[in-house]
């Protein structure tokens, strides 16, 4: 007996931010989102080749109410097919999706989302034919939930919509109790994943090397996975009108060299990244408060070979990607080809120090800095460090201390018997920690904490002595 299928399709207005936030946390918004478009086209092309197949119709229910217009431009779907998702929760809404699809004549209808593009066609037909035989159908994730569900009109269960904690992993196990709880049979599909993580996002790329249905995703994919010159790392609190000058002075001295800006904000709101300006290479990410955990967290979304972390309140030399780049050339990867790095390896860097004022005492402290720095070879922070994420890596990044998070990864370097060099281009760094502070202050406590920190003294310790508002935060 042929009856009407309907396939209804989930899918949020791709506006940068709002969608795929887990994935956002480990590549970014910008490429979450590309990505999410780009997979959100190939999925309803791929929908629209199966419901010809099937003769059934598409419903695309979209998120929020306002995003219509900017749906139908990146679906190119017919506005016919467009329907606001509407109030409510998750469940309110696919509820609703099924007796809209109902009320206009349907059948049978299959509820999709928007995160498993690659749903094979072989559990798409079980799907469908699984309403005609048994009324009800669902396809379970390895998270615990569910990436399809489907009923036939006279089988439509609303309760396992209502009142359920989503996105859980235990909304599959849920579901089921309610349909056992209601004596109603239901068929149980293959499993299948769902892409909310950068692990899926390796799966998704390892089975669909060959899948031409998916050319778009796949692209944005291999776009993601290409590595880059270099990787500014930014760790930022509060630096909303700071941010957008430092990203025109990147734009300023990159010329030529591929880069990409990594801003990553220790405000958990994420304070400093509606600054963010979408024409730049820029991506954004919130971590726990801390510098170490802020470029950690960073370098772990990084594409560049070489990593730079740099303070929003810090400018480069003009000629610093260059410098940079020319620097680590010749220098080989560490543990290349070798049992062990040998006590020859450059791996890194760092520039000497200017502070931005005309004030004596502090081109004094700034000319000390770099003298201390080229001696010791224990560069700070607001120095611009720059190594080989290689190097980085077999580190395993910068220690999880409060503090000295930057002397504390040059000693791990030394200890291995690797070297840094010093580039004699000075950075320039603002004064205002020394002029909010005063200047003697502020440089007796820095150089206290050092000379602690060498002697043992513990870096919660110390952070209670160079920020006690910090500290207690902690």
Same mark, same amino acid.
């Given at each position: 007996?042929?009856?009407?299928?309907?396939?209804?399709?989930?899918?949020?207005?791709?506006?940068?931010?709002?969608?795929?936030? &887990?994935?956002?946390?480990? !590549?970014?918004?910008?490429? @979450?989102?590309?990505?999410? =478009? $780009?997979?959100? %086209? +190939? *999925?309803?092309?791929?929908?629209?080749?199966?419901?010809? &197949?099937?003769?059934?119709? !598409?419903?695309?229910?979209? @998120?929020?109410?306002?995003? =219509? $217009?900017?749906? %139908? +431009? *990146?679906?190119?779907?017919?506005?016919?097919?467009?329907?606001?998702?509407?109030?409510?929760?998750?469940?309110?809404?696919?509820?609703?999706?099924?007796?809209?699809?109902?009320?206009?004549?349907?059948?049978?209808?299959?509820?999709?989302?928007?995160?498993?593009?690659?749903?094979?066609?072989?559990?798409?037909?079980?799907?469908?034919?699984?309403?005609?035989?048994?009324?009800?159908?669902?396809c379970p994730t390895e998270d615990g939930g569910y990436c399809l569900v489907g009923f036939r009109c006279d089988r439509l269960l609303p309760a396992i919509f209502q009142n359920m904690i989503w996105s859980t992993?235990?909304?599959?196990?849920?579901?089921?109790?309610?349909?056992?709880?209601?004596?109603?049979?239901?068929?149980?599909?293959?499993?299948?994943?769902?892409?909310?993580?950068?692990?899926?996002?390796?799966?998704?790329?390892?089975?669909?090397?060959?899948?031409?249905?998916?050319?778009?995703?796949?692209?944005?994919?291999?776009?993601?996975?290409?590595?880059?010159?270099?990787?500014?790392?930014?760790?930022?609190?509060?630096?909303?009108?700071?941010?957008?000058?430092?990203?025109?002075?990147?734009?300023?001295?990159?010329?030529?060299?591929?880069?990409?800006?990594?801003?990553?904000d220790g405000d958990g709101a994420g304070s400093t990244l509606q600054y963010l300006p979408s024409d730049r290479p820029v991506r954004g990410i919130t971590a726990a408060r801390g510098r170490g955990l802020q470029?950690?967290?960073?370098?772990?979304?990084?594409?560049?070979?070489?990593?730079?972390?740099?303070?929003?309140?810090?400018?480069?030399?003009?000629?610093?990607?260059?410098?940079?780049?020319?620097?680590?050339k010749q220098a080989p990867t560490v543990g290349a080809h070798r049992r062990a790095p040998f006590s020859e390896d450059l791996v890194g860097g760092a520039f000497d120090l200017s502070i931005a004022s005309s004030?004596?005492?502090?081109?004094?402290?700034?000319?000390?800095?770099?003298?201390?720095?080229?001696?010791?070879?224990?560069?700070?922070?607001?120095?611009?460090?720059?190594?080989?994420?290689?190097?980085?890596?077999?580190?395993?990044?910068?220690?999880?201390?409060?503090?000295?998070?930057?002397?504390?990864?040059?000693?791990?370097?030394?200890?291995?018997?690797?070297?840094?060099?010093?580039?004699?281009?000075?950075?320039?760094?603002?004064?205002?920690?020394?002029?909010?502070?005063?200047?003697?202050?502020?440089?007796?406590?820095?150089?206290?904490?050092?000379?602690?920190?060498?002697?043992?003294?513990?870096?919660?310790?110390?952070?209670?002595?160079?920020?006690?508002?910090?500290?207690?935060?902690?």
């Amino acid at each position: 007996m042929d009856t009407k299928l309907t396939i209804a399709l989930f899918v949020k207005a791709p506006e940068l931010g709002q969608v795929k936030s &887990r994935l956002a946390k480990t !590549i970014g918004a910008d490429f @979450a989102t590309e990505f999410y =478009r $780009s997979m959100g %086209r +190939d *999925w309803f092309d791929r929908l629209t080749v199966f419901a010809n &197949r099937q003769q059934a119709d !598409i419903c695309v229910f979209y @998120a929020p109410d306002s995003g =219509r $217009s900017t749906v %139908r +431009d *990146w679906l190119g779907c017919d506005d016919r097919q467009l329907v606001a998702q509407g109030d409510g929760d998750l469940g309110d809404r696919m509820a609703r999706a099924f007796t809209t699809c109902f009320g206009q004549g349907s059948d049978r209808v299959l509820l999709v989302g928007s995160d498993s593009p690659d749903l094979p066609d072989e559990i798409l037909t079980q799907a469908a034919e699984a309403l005609i035989e048994t009324g009800a159908v669902i396809c379970p994730t390895e998270d615990g939930g569910y990436c399809l569900v489907g009923f036939r009109c006279d089988r439509l269960l609303p309760a396992i919509f209502q009142n359920m904690i989503w996105s859980t992993e235990t909304v599959f196990a849920e579901t089921i109790a309610r349909f056992q709880s209601a004596n109603q049979p239901v068929a149980i599909l293959p499993h299948w994943y769902d892409i909310d993580h950068a692990t899926d996002l390796d799966r998704f790329w390892q089975i669909n090397q060959q899948n031409s249905a998916l050319k778009r995703a796949m692209a944005t994919l291999a776009k993601i996975r290409q590595p880059i010159a270099l990787s500014v790392i930014m760790p930022v609190l509060n630096e909303g009108e700071r941010i957008q000058k430092m990203l025109d002075h990147l734009v300023k001295i990159a010329g030529q060299i591929p880069y990409e800006v990594i801003v990553v904000d220790g405000d958990g709101a994420g304070s400093t990244l509606q600054y963010l300006p979408s024409d730049r290479p820029v991506r954004g990410i919130t971590a726990a408060r801390g510098r170490g955990l802020q470029m950690n967290a960073g370098a772990a979304i990084a594409r560049g070979e070489i990593l730079l972390f740099l303070h929003a309140d810090t400018q480069l030399p003009a000629t610093a990607f260059t410098q940079i780049k020319t620097t680590l050339k010749q220098a080989p990867t560490v543990g290349a080809h070798r049992r062990a790095p040998f006590s020859e390896d450059l791996v890194g860097g760092a520039f000497d120090l200017s502070i931005a004022s005309s004030r004596w005492t502090l081109r004094t402290i700034a000319r000390v800095a770099s003298v201390r720095s080229r001696l010791t070879r224990l560069p700070y922070g607001d120095q611009a460090i720059f190594m080989r994420r290689s190097a980085f890596g077999a580190l395993g990044g910068y220690p999880e201390i409060p503090i000295m998070e930057d002397v504390a990864l040059m000693r791990s370097i030394r200890r291995r018997g690797w070297r840094i060099r010093i580039l004699p281009d000075r950075v320039l760094t603002s004064a205002r920690r020394w002029e909010r502070e005063g200047v003697w202050r502020c440089t007796l406590r820095n150089w206290t904490i050092l000379l602690a920190y060498f002697a043992g003294v513990s870096p919660w310790t110390l952070l209670a002595w160079y920020s006690p508002e910090r500290s207690k935060a902690s």
